[in-house]
């Protein structure tokens, strides 16, 4: 089964910038990999996602502040966070899965494959 394991999160302060990693034990080439947010007593919400043919999807939220991008040769995705906010406080998750088609991915939860996730603290 595969693992996937995020990595990178921390305490920023506002207007900084924080890199995460999303590291996959096996191959990635034919996934679809997205990025959540999990803050207390609200749902999880789906940030952003980048199909297995590298085409992307944002919520507007992040739009213009994030930015996802995949190395295959590494197994690995990654969440480029600038212009943090106090509400992009919370915990990151990625989370892969085959995608509906090899050009789309969805930010709804229904992946397989989860990590534990990475708390991401933006601060002042």
């Known amino acids: 089964q595969l693992q996937v394991v995020e990595s990178g999160g921390g305490l920023e302060q506002p207007g900084g910038s924080l890199r995460l990693s999303c590291a996959a034990s096996g191959s990635i080439l034919d996934l679809a990999i997205g990025w959540f947010r999990q803050v207390p007593g609200k749902e999880r919400e789906g940030l952003v996602c980048?199909?297995?043919?590298?085409?992307?999807n944002y919520a507007d939220s992040v739009k213009g502040r994030f930015t996802i991008s995949r190395d295959n040769a590494k197994n690995t995705v990654y969440l480029q966070m600038n212009s943090l906010k106090p509400e992009d406080t919370g915990v990151y998750y990625c989370a892969a899965d085959i995608g509906p088609t090899s050009w789309y991915c969805g930010r709804g939860p229904d992946y397989r494959y989860w990590g534990q996730g990475t708390q991401v603290t933006v601060s002042s």
């Open positions: 980048i199909s297995s043919s590298g085409n992307t």
